[in-house]
């Protein structure tokens, strides 16, 4: 009779494992899926952030005179003595390697005027 009860203990234990095995596996995927919805939130929001930068009051530039990119930078700034390559960052983002990139060669003044004509 004890060997019965004990097997039935056991067995409900195992199910009762299996079972918040399972659910504990639900909830990791709901977590990643929050995780994913907020970074996919997040560029959104930075894209549609960039967009209006411009034409606030906070912008340095003349926002007439600035046409924008997209990317790899957001933009470029035209000022009658300089011409500024922008890039915009909401929150805590940070330049991708691409940007870091032009950036450092902006900075070591490796840029160059090409024309094209095409006939």
Do not use: H
């Not at 995927?29 to 960039?50: H, N």
């Not at 034409?55 to 933009?75: A, K, L």
């Amino acid at each position: 009779m004890f060997e019965i009860i004990a097997t039935l203990i056991i067995a409900i234990l195992i199910i009762t494992v299996i079972y918040f095995y399972k659910k504990t596996q639900e909830l990791f995927e709901i977590i990643e899926r929050i995780k994913f919805e907020k970074r996919s939130q997040s560029v959104r929001y930075g894209k549609l952030t960039e967009q209006y930068i411009p034409f606030t009051e906070e912008f340095p530039f003349d926002s007439e005179n600035f046409r924008f990119i997209g990317n790899p930078i957001d933009g470029i700034a035209f000022e009658e003595n300089e011409i500024i390559f922008c890039e915009f960052k909401a929150s805590d983002s940070k330049l991708n390697e691409k940007q870091r990139k032009i950036k450092k060669l902006v900075e070591d003044k490796k840029i160059r005027w090409f024309e094209f004509n095409m006939r």
